[in-house]
């Protein structure tokens, strides 16, 4: 949780007055990189695939904090984040620093879960245990065969 408000305080809302100013400077020496590197190298068409909804709001959110319009064409899956940009701004300044906080998101997330589920619950959170595979084990088929039942499901 204190890393996530570190990078919000760099990134997102800085407190004081100073880490005010220092945050809008840093983003506008980003986008000058943006406009001078439009300049030199003619932005392209990237289309980003995420996995989830917490990682596409992420990302949407720090295009729009450097003045990118991130969108999306009609019939794309909701996954899908379209935008012009330069290639050298997406791998030397975007990704990263949106890698960078992504980490920190889903770390955030997993011990959020794991608290609510052991409050919720009152047992341990978090993976099964793992251990080596039985000796010889056939695999087995846990598929339903609704026809085989002679009926469906839902009929009154």
């Known amino acids: 949780m204190d890393k996530l408000r570190r990078i ?6 800085p407190g004081s007055e100073g880490e005010r100013v220092a945050a809008e400077r840093a983003r506008e ?16 068409e990237f289309r980003f695939s995420l996995a989830d909804q917490w990682s596409r709001h992420l990302f949407v959110a720090l295009m729009r904090r450097y003045g990118i319009t991130p969108y999306r064409y009609r019939g794309q899956r909701r996954t899908t984040v379209m935008a012009r940009l330069s290639r050298s701004f997406v791998n030397e300044t975007l990704w990263p620093e949106f890698l960078e906080l992504q980490q920190t998101l889903t770390a955030y997330f997993d011990t959020l879960t794991d608290r609510v589920i052991e409050q919720a ?8 245990e793992e ?5 010889q084990l056939e695999p087995v088929d846990h598929q339903l065969d609704i026809a ?3 009926g469906e499901f839902g009929r009154s």
């Open 8 to 13: 919000e305080a760099l990134f997102a809302r």
């Open 29 to 44: 020496r980003i986008q000058a990189r943006l406009a001078q590197l439009a300049s030199e190298e003619p932005p392209v």
């Open 121 to 128: 619950l009152e047992v341990k959170a978090g993976e099964a």
């Open 131 to 135: 251990r080596p595979p039985a000796p």
């Open 148 to 150: 085989a039942l002679g």
